[in-house]
C-alpha cells in the first residue's frame, strides 16, 4: 500500500479508526511526521487532538542508531544489547539523554505555544505517527501515555514492518496498522511525498485542531 502523502495516510487510517470514536478518545502525534496524520485522525474521529512527546537516544559517534528513548514524565526506553554492541561510554550516554531531555522540554513548549497538554487519565488515547521503523519511539509513547492514566493505548500507524507490530502490542491494548510489508526497509519508501515536517507546521495544525474542536481539552 503506498501513500500520496501524510494527509492522505491520515484519512485512511482515520476512517480505519472510525469504530473508536464512541469511545471520546484523545489523539495524539509523535512529532513531527506523526502529527499531519494525527490530525485527519482527530477530524475523522471529531476527538481533540495533542501531541506525545518522545525522543530518540542516539548512540555517540553515530546518532542514526538508536539506544533508547525518552519521554515527558520521565519515561525511558533503553535497549541493552545496543548499549553494550556500541561500547559506547557511560558518561558519553548520560549527556546523550540530558540533551535530549533539554530538547523535549523546548519541543513540548514550542508545540503548545502555551496551551496546557491535553490530560490523558481515563481516556482511550490514539497514539498516531507516521510509520515505524524499530519502534522504541513508539514504544516510549505507549509507556508516556500509560504513565499520564490512559485507560487504554492504541497505537495507530500507516506503515510498519510485522515485526515491530508483534513487538508492540506488548506496550499498547492495540495495535492498527494499515499496511504490515514482509519487504519493509523505510518509512518513506511507502509514501509519494515523505518530505520533511516542519515545526511550524506541527504549531498550525494543532491550533487549527484547538479551532475545529472548540475545545483544548476532552470533555469529561
Known amino acids: 500500500m503506498i501513500f500520496t502523502d501524510r494527509t492522505d495516510a491520515g484519512q485512511r487510517l482515520g476512517e480505519a479508526l472510525r469504530p473508536l470514536a464512541d469511545e471520546k478518545p484523545v489523539v495524539l502525534g509523535l512529532p513531527r511526521g506523526g502529527v499531519p496524520v494525527a490530525f485527519e485522525v482527530a477530524r475523522a474521529l471529531h476527538a481533540?487532538?495533542?501531541?506525545i512527546i518522545v525522543r530518540k537516544l542516539g548512540v555517540?559517534?553515530?546518532?542514526?542508531?538508536?539506544?533508547?528513548a525518552i519521554g515527558e514524565g520521565d519515561v525511558r526506553v533503553i535497549h541493552e544489547a545496543i548499549v553494550r554492541m556500541s561500547r559506547a561510554d557511560q558518561?558519553?550516554?548520560?549527556?546523550?539523554?540530558?540533551?535530549?531531555?533539554?530538547?523535549l522540554a523546548r519541543k513540548a513548549h514550542r508545540f503548545r505555544q502555551g496551551r496546557s497538554?491535553?490530560?490523558?487519565?481515563?481516556?482511550?488515547?490514539i497514539i498516531v505517527d507516521?510509520?515505524?521503523?524499530?519502534?522504541?519511539?513508539?514504544?516510549?509513547?505507549?509507556?508516556?501515555a500509560r504513565a499520564q492514566g490512559a485507560a487504554r493505548v492504541v497505537l495507530a500507524v500507516p506503515v510498519a514492518p510485522?515485526?515491530?507490530?508483534?513487538?508492540?502490542?506488548?506496550?499498547?491494548?492495540?495495535?492498527?496498522?494499515?499496511?504490515?510489508?514482509?519487504?519493509?526497509a523505510a518509512v518513506g519508501e511507502w509514501y509519494e511525498d515523505f518530505s520533511q515536517t516542519a515545526d511550524d507546521e506541527v504549531v498550525e495544525l494543532l491550533s487549527r485542531s484547538t479551532g475545529e474542536t472548540g475545545e483544548a481539552h476532552p470533555g469529561r
Open 117 to 125: 497538554r491535553i490530560p490523558a487519565e481515563g481516556h482511550t488515547v
Open 130 to 144: 507516521d510509520g515505524i521503523a524499530t519502534g522504541a519511539t513508539a514504544q516510549a509513547a505507549c509507556r508516556v
Open 91 to 103: 558518561e558519553d550516554l548520560a549527556e546523550v539523554e540530558r540533551t535530549e531531555r533539554e530538547e
Open 60 to 68: 555517540p559517534y553515530h546518532r542514526e542508531l538508536g539506544f533508547g
Open 48 to 51: 481533540p487532538l495533542d501531541v
Open 162 to 184: 510485522p515485526d515491530a507490530v508483534a513487538a508492540l502490542r506488548e506496550d499498547a491494548d492495540e495495535v492498527v496498522a494499515l499496511s504490515t510489508p514482509s519487504d519493509f
